[in-house]
């Protein structure tokens, strides 16, 4: 197996993770970033795990639904209200776990089939590391 690695670099999101019991059940904001260590078993005909020139679906991906968005959980008591606010507020992203965690395993869920598609499933994505800051992250390996 191959790994190569692209990061993506200051995403502005907020996050609020309303179990919690203390500040981070308010919304707040990082500036994240994303690793992602795409693999495969047979380089394309390029040489390449995955070529970074191709990879601009993510990059839309990440500006359509995290960019400037405030991700909560899909079991947030203030959900209603939430959704009430989205577009005017903010824009809302809900997912089912909005800890670094739950943000981590949802891109996955979402950007690995289609990184499967672009490369014809010869590529997938291998790890995910998910930094809230310099000091905090979270990788998700499937």
């Known amino acids: 197996m191959l790994t190569c690695r692209k990061v993506y ?9 309303h179990r ?14 994303l690793s992602l260590t795409f693999a495969c078993k047979e ?13 601009g679906f993510i990059r839309e991906w990440i500006d359509q639904y995290l960019d400037h968005a405030c991700v909560v959980g899909a079991d947030d008591p203030e959900l ?15 997912i089912e776990n909005a800890s670094a965690e739950g943000i ?18 010869r590529g997938w994505i291998a790890e995910i590391e998910l930094h809230e800051d310099s000091r905090n992250s979270v990788r998700f390996v499937p």
Do not use: M, Y
Request: charge should be positive.
């Open 43 to 55: 380089l394309d005909r390029h040489g390449f795990v995955v070529d970074f020139g191709g990879l």
């Open 20 to 33: 919690h019991s203390g500040h981070c059940a308010h919304i707040h904001g990082h500036s994240w970033s």
């Open 104 to 121: 981590a395993r949802h891109l996955h869920a979402q950007l690995d089939p289609l990184v499967r598609a672009k490369t014809e499933g």
């Open 9 to 17: 670099a200051d995403i502005p999101f907020a996050h609020r993770q």
């Open 80 to 94: 209603s209200w939430l959704k009430s606010k989205n577009g005017s507020v903010f824009k809302l992203f809900v």
